[in-house]
């Protein structure tokens, strides 16, 4: 099964871009790379899913190499409500989705 | 309907007592999931129901006991726990075969 590891905590400002980068060396080829945000004592909300390339939604992107042994996650003109833990998955439709240990993300004024 | 409902909210409980926690879904999602959260850390699968049948659990001890009585309904039945069970109870929905689940608020548990 993939493990995947994920910085512990990164800090940034309002406004400004942020990049979560996500290592999965051993991801397999079906597996996905899901990315959930979670803000504390609530359960984790889905942001976004993809498999290759680029993936864009309406709050994020995800961007994954060719080689698909990283995504990163890419949070434009955040704001102090992006204050949460976001965490990377892979998995396939097997169930198990392996859990990353999260990135603390504080966003300041 | 896009939510995944779960109550209580917060439980506070002895160790000789009996209860249960519920979770309820209308998106029409045929595998359910509980998971255990302590603090600080990601969420830990206990068990998976797929089409209202048990499909995993990760080694749970029995004093967890689930039950999916439709396929809208899972309940977790908690008897006789420890100290050390207490945690953040989450429970998540997914299309069969998905890789995207739908969690739950939680269920904030306390053994005393």
Redesign the interface.
Known sequence: LAKTTQPISMDSYEGQEVNITCSHNNIATNDYITWYQQFPSQGPRFIIQGYKTKVTNEVASLFIPADRKSSTLSLPRVSLSDTAVYYCLVGDSNYQLIWGAGTKLIIKP | DTE?T?TPKHLVMGMTNKKSLKCEQHMGHR?M?WYKQKAK???E?MF?Y?YEKL??NESVPSRFSPECPNSSLLNLHLHALQPEDSA?Y???SSQE??????????T?LLVL
């Open positions: 995944v779960q595998a999931y850390k990601p969420p699968l998976v797929s499909s995993i953040l989450l429970c998540a075969g998905s890789e995207t689940q739908y969690f739950g608020p939680g904030r």
